[in-house]
């Protein structure tokens, strides 16, 4: 199965790296991990009127979009 690269935004990295090392980082980053082979996973929601896509993951959202083979993720939010 073909992998697509992810690009991050500077200030999606620092939001990242600002989310404590709990349980809730490191399934954020497992689910950005595997948007990398699926970047439509069943769970994610296209938002209307919005190039965007949302993906829950606890009490957080990666809001991202898929541009032509490369997903990007911007900010994971509360």
Do not use: N, W
């Not at 999606?12 to 950005?32: F, G, M, N, S, Y």
């Not at 209307?48 to 939010?77: A, V, W």
Request: glycine share 4%; charged share 30%.
């Amino acid at each position: 199965m073909e992998k697509y690269k992810l690009l991050f935004r500077a200030s999606a990295k620092k939001e990242l790296r600002d989310i404590p090392v709990t349980k809730d980082r490191l399934a954020i980053i497992q689910r950005l991990d595997g948007l990398s082979t699926i970047p439509r996973p069943p769970s994610s929601t296209k938002l209307k009127g919005q190039p965007f896509y949302r993906l829950r993951c606890g009490h957080y959202r990666i809001i991202y979009d898929i541009d032509k083979k490369y997903p990007s993720h911007t900010h994971p939010s509360h």
